[in-house]
């Protein structure tokens, strides 16, 4: 299964010191977008089509494909660095409702960018599909919201990658704050290094959750 490299503090004063921290940082976020009155934001987001795909793992949550998250076809609109780099091999649960022969990926020193989407506090979460190419890998996924002054970069926790294909942990993409300051949606891309080993991800996929 997919695991955080250490062992979390389960000290309730350090988690919510470490909640603390993150809300803080995510509001000075909306704070910002606010004050810059960012071109790129909006009141609302397009309709998004949306399916189950975690359901065999208990989510039961609706999730829409991130553009050019299922690496079918070439990542257009997705920014590559390093030695990542789409190939053969596919995520073999078929989530998005058909087998695929692609995936993407991400060698040590290396990493993937989405492309910015459009989002509301609605898009609370995010997930993907991975495995590692031989020994575990260690991925660092990181929050890239778009501003008028320039892109902001959140850091998430490491995860771990281990050599059967996996669902990610349930990731949050903190627009459910950052919207509620704004009130106005907001521009977030996706971004993934790999730190350790050579992992490999597909089937990206946000949480619209209540979206009508």
């Not at 991130?66 to 997705?78: A, D, I, L, N, R």
Request: charged residues 15%.
């Amino acid at each position: 299964m997919f695991s955080h490299p250490t062992r979390p503090n389960t000290n309730p004063k350090h988690r919510r010191k470490s909640l603390s921290l993150a809300s803080v940082a995510l509001a000075a976020l909306g704070a910002l977008l606010l004050a810059s009155s960012a071109s790129a934001a909006s009141t609302t987001c397009p309709a998004t089509t949306t399916s189950t795909p975690f359901a065999s793992w208990g989510d039961t949550s609706s999730y829409s494909l991130v553009p050019g998250g299922s690496f079918e076809t070439s990542p257009t609109g997705w920014t590559l660095s390093g030695a990542a780099s789409r190939v053969a091999g596919s995520d073999p649960f078929a989530i998005t409702g058909s087998l695929g022969s692609s995936a993407l990926e991400i060698p040590a020193g290396s990493s993937a960018e989405s492309p910015f989407m459009c989002v509301e506090g609605t898009e609370r979460t995010y997930r993907f599909m991975a495995h590692s190419q031989g020994a575990g890998a260690i991925i660092l996924p990181e929050l890239v919201y778009e501003t008028a002054l320039g892109n902001i970069t959140i850091p998430g926790k490491l995860i771990t990658v281990k050599s059967g294909w996996e669902p990610s942990p349930i990731l949050h993409t903190g627009a459910l704050l950052v919207t509620a300051v704004t009130g106005e949606s907001a521009h977030l891309a996706l971004h993934f290094t790999t730190l350790v080993g050579k992992a490999v991800i597909d089937d990206v996929y946000l949480d619209p959750r209540m979206r009508r």
